[in-house]
């Protein structure tokens, strides 16, 4: 019998997360390790949008490097995990008899926002994975899709959704080091944040434009919605926090763990 899963959201920052941001890699092998072994993995990531959910049927999804202007090395990085198009028409099927119409992609590969994570994660790349695409509905329907997708958990599959807790650009600061403060808006708002999380406070984070800097920590709303999602197959329970250093003292690279 599977082994039940918990629900994992982790900010992933910039691409070059793996190569730079060392206290959040660490961070999240240890989250792996934490974890008991998945069947397969469900990824949600920030990088894919499509008008309804979508997801990747592929048998050997490729990785895809959708950004530019990073270290080379970033370019020749791998993770060649084998897909999971079984889970794919699993979950599919889980969100047709919630009322969620759904589709299947035949080939779409594992943005970076899902394989820079799991790099970390499963370096071993031996679980297969097939990636959920977002929709361009807001915070509700995508609690209602992890909420949908919450019984994968007894099947032994991790959800993990990737995002961001602050997106802001105008935050940034690239050559910021790493002992640099964060950005005082950023730090707010991820404690905000914070707070809700751990005590399972829904309404309040539905609401989070409302809360401090909410709407400027997410001028577009795609890196906050994995959250969303998390939190929907987490059925509202407490998180577990782990805080990382910020990131070009913006990114707030807060990573939570639902193990209820």
């Known amino acids: 019998m599977a082994a039940r899963m918990p629900v994992v959201f982790v900010s992933h920052g910039a691409p070059d997360a793996l ?3 060392l206290d959040t890699v660490a961070c999240w092998r240890e989250i792996g390790r934490s974890i008991p072994n998945p069947a397969a993995i ?3 990531s920030a990088h894919w949008q499509a008008q309804q959910p979508t997801l990747s049927h592929s048998g050997a999804p490729p990785t895809l490097h959708d950004f530019a202007g990073f270290d080379p090395a970033l370019y020749r990085l791998r993770y060649p995990a084998p ?3 079984a889970l794919a028409e699993r979950a599919a099927s889980l969100l047709e008899s919630a009322g969620i119409a759904a589709k ?3 080939d779409r590969g594992l943005d970076h926002g899902a394989w820079v994570p799991l790099s970390a994660m499963f370096p071993q790349a031996h679980l297969p994975v097939t990636q959920l695409s977002l929709t361009r509905q807001g915070p509700a329907a995508h609690l209602a899709l992890g909420r949908a997708l919450a019984p994968l958990r ?3 599959v991790l959800i993990l959704a990737s ?3 602050t997106h802001n650009f105008d935050w940034l600061d690239f050559p910021a080091a790493a002992d640099q403060p964060p950005h005082p808006r950023a730090l707010q708002f991820a404690e905000w944040a914070g707070s809700h999380l751990e ?3 829904v309404a309040a984070l539905l609401d ?5 800097y909410g709407a400027e920590s997410h001028p577009s709303e795609e890196h906050v919605l994995p959250l969303f999602v998390a939190l929907g197959a987490g059925n509202g329970e407490p998180a577990e926090r782990h805080n990382p250093a910020f990131t070009y003292g913006g990114l707030a690279m807060d990573a939570y763990v639902w193990r209820g």
């Open 154 to 156: 007894e099947e032994g």
């Open 163 to 165: 995002g961001s807790i």
């Open 104 to 106: 299947l992609h035949p």
């Open 208 to 212: 989070y434009r409302h809360g401090p």
């Open 83 to 85: 897909g999971a198009p």
């Open 19 to 21: 190569l730079k941001a």
């Open 199 to 201: 005590t399972g406070n």
């Open 42 to 44: 469900l990824a949600v």
